[in-house]
C-alpha cells in the first residue's frame, strides 16, 4: 500500500524559512517523480515544482523559483521542501504528490504569522 | 501560462443525477508524443485531491466507472453517471502539457 506522509503544520514568522517532508513507503521512490503543490483555502491549487528522485532533477513553476527548494532523500525514501523569506501570501495548505499525481499526501498548513 | 476555464462553477445535483463539467483550455494540450495530459481530480472537504481521470478518459485505479472523461485539444468534459452522496466536493482539472501545470477554478459538487 502506497503511502505519503507529510510532516506536521508549521507557525513561523515573517522572513524565516520551512522545510515541509514527504516521507513515501509501499513505492520505488528512486525512479519515481514527486511534485509539490499549494492550496490557499477556498481557493483553487497551484503547482510548485517536480523533482525526479532518480538524480535530483527538478523543475519549478518561474513563480516559485527563489521561494521554494525540492530536494529528496533516497536512503529514507523522503521529499523535502524549502520555503524561504516567508510572508503572509505563503500561508497556505501545502501537498506532496507521487509518480503521475495519483497518491497525495494529507497536506500540512503552513501559517506565516507575528 | 495555460489557463483552463472550469464551468459550471457549482453544480447542484440529486443522487443518481447525471451531470457533466466542462474545462477548456486557451492551448491545446495536445503533446508532441500524442498524449493530452489533462487530468480530473475530486477534492471532498478536508482532503487531499484524488486522481479520478488521467490522459482524458482513463480511470484511475480504484475509481467507480460511474465517472468518464472525454475531449481532446482544447475542450474537456467530466461526466458522472449517477451522482452518489459520496461524490460531493470540489472538482478540478489540471493540465501536464505544458509548463507550469495548471488547474482550472474548480467546481464545487452539492448534493440537492
Known amino acids: 500500500q502506497v503511502k505519503l506522509q507529510q510532516s506536521g503544520a508549521e507557525l513561523v514568522k515573517p522572513g524565516a524559512s520551512v522545510k515541509l517532508s514527504c516521507k513515501t513507503s509501499g513505492y520505488t521512490f528512486s525512479t519515481s517523480y514527486m511534485s509539490w503543490f499549494k492550496q490557499i483555502p477556498g481557493q483553487s491549487i497551484e503547482w510548485i515544482g517536480m523533482i525526479y528522485a532518480g538524480d535530483g532533477g527538478t523543475g519549478y513553476n518561474q513563480k516559485f523559483k527563489g521561494k521554494a527548494t525540492l530536494t529528496v532523500d533516497t536512503s529514507s525514501s523522503t521529499a523535502y521542501m524549502d520555503l524561504s523569506s516567508l510572508t503572509t501570501e505563503d500561508s497556505a495548505v501545502y501537498f506532496c504528490a507521487l509518480g503521475y499525481f495519483d497518491y497525495w499526501g494529507q497536506g500540512v498548513m503552513v501559517t506565516v504569522s507575528s | 501560462d495555460v489557463v483552463l476555464t472550469q464551468t459550471p462553477s457549482i453544480l447542484s445535483a440529486t443522487i443518481g443525477q447525471s451531470v457533466s463539467i466542462s474545462c477548456r483550455s486557451s492551448q491545446s494540450l495536445l503533446d508532441s508524443d500524442g498524449n493530452t495530459y489533462l487530468y480530473w481530480f475530486l477534492q471532498r472537504p478536508g482532503q487531499s485531491p484524488q486522481r479520478l481521470i488521467y490522459?482524458?478518459?482513463n480511470l484511475g485505479s480504484g475509481v467507480p466507472n460511474r465517472f468518464s472523461g472525454s475531449g481532446s485539444g482544447t475542450d474537456f468534459t467530466l461526466k458522472i453517471s449517477g451522482v452518489e452522496a459520496e461524490d460531493l466536493g470540489v472538482y478540478y482539472c489540471?493540465?501536464?502539457?505544458?509548463?507550469?501545470?495548471?488547474f482550472g477554478s474548480g467546481t464545487k459538487l452539492e448534493i440537492k
Open positions: 490522459l482524458v478518459s
Open positions: 489540471m493540465q501536464a502539457t505544458h509548463a507550469p501545470l495548471t
